[in-house]
């Protein structure tokens, strides 16, 4: 087995619950992960599929449910949907949720990636991103400046 | 957020930091190799980082592993930074290096 390749931690003043929620309702995803949703109805062995919010033909990135134990656990396999089918492209996201003092700490866990790959750049940009926007988001209600539109649109 | 900057604020925690972010899960012993640093001292910066949150130990087996996590850093740039700032600032960050032919 390889070793995992990043681990991102952050800490929320938040609950599991609202963690767990935040990363699989569409409502709350739309409005800090770039306008995207992440379809699935989240049992394991179930498809997932990280869309475009408004416009679900625009699928970004494709996988299985490996684990799902909410609000507090989730394996998610994670690839681009051209190469879906390629074990070598196919990587592994593990969410957990603990409870840590008054809130909660979130660790990311992306391993299994190709080397060099555009997938790895690609996340290695993305989910310091994403996590302070979670985080934002659910401390203060709103997420961080640029991360609720579409990066895939040009801006307006 | 003060502990992050205090971390930050040594250069062999950023040299630390820096060998993670080039090959990141590294193990005591692989950080340390062509350090100009005791091991107790690469332990004792570790867990200045460990304390920000700015590293992530994980047990693999009999080995401990650490990664570099750059969230909070992240949190501290999206600060002070704007919506319209960040495309300029990551094309002066690109230009820059490609000026300079370094990460630095």
Excluded at chain 1, 94 to 104: A, M
Excluded at chain 2, 52 to 64: D, I, P, S, Y
């Amino acid at each position: 087995m390889s070793r995992p390749s990043f681990i991102y931690v952050t800490y929320i003043n938040s609950t599991p619950e609202r963690v767990w929620q935040a990363l699989t309702d569409p409502a709350f995803t739309r409005k800090y992960w770039f306008n995207h949703r992440n379809a699935s109805d989240w049992k394991v062995g179930s498809e997932w599929r990280h869309e475009e919010h408004d416009d679900a033909s625009v699928v970004d990135i494709v996988g299985r449910v490996v684990e799902s134990s909410p609000p507090r656990h989730l394996v998610l396999t994670w690839a681009s949907p051209k190469d879906a089918k390629d074990p070598a492209k196919v990587s592994r996201v593990t969410f957990d949720i603990e409870t840590y003092g008054d809130g909660v700490r979130l660790t990311v866990m992306h391993s299994e990636l190709e080397p060099e790959s555009a997938m790895l750049s690609g996340i290695s940009r993305g989910w310091p991103l994403v996590l302070s926007s979670l985080k934002t988001f659910l401390e203060t209600g709103e997420p961080l400046p640029g991360t609720s539109k579409s990066k895939t649109r040009p801006p307006e | 957020m003060d502990a992050v900057f205090k971390a930050l604020a040594d250069a062999s925690r950023r040299q630390l930091l820096d060998r993670l972010h080039a090959e990141n899960g590294q193990t005591l012993g692989e950080l340390c190799k062509g350090l100009d640093m005791t091991r107790q001292a690469v332990t004792k910066h570790l867990a200045i980082l460990e304390g920000a949150n700015l590293v992530v130990a994980r047990r693999r087996g009999r080995e401990k592993l650490h990664y570099i996590n750059p969230v909070p850093i992240n949190e501290i740039a999206e600060r002070w930074i704007g919506k319209y700032e960040r495309h300029r600032l990551k094309a002066l960050g690109e230009l820059k290096r490609a000026l300079e032919g370094s990460d630095e």
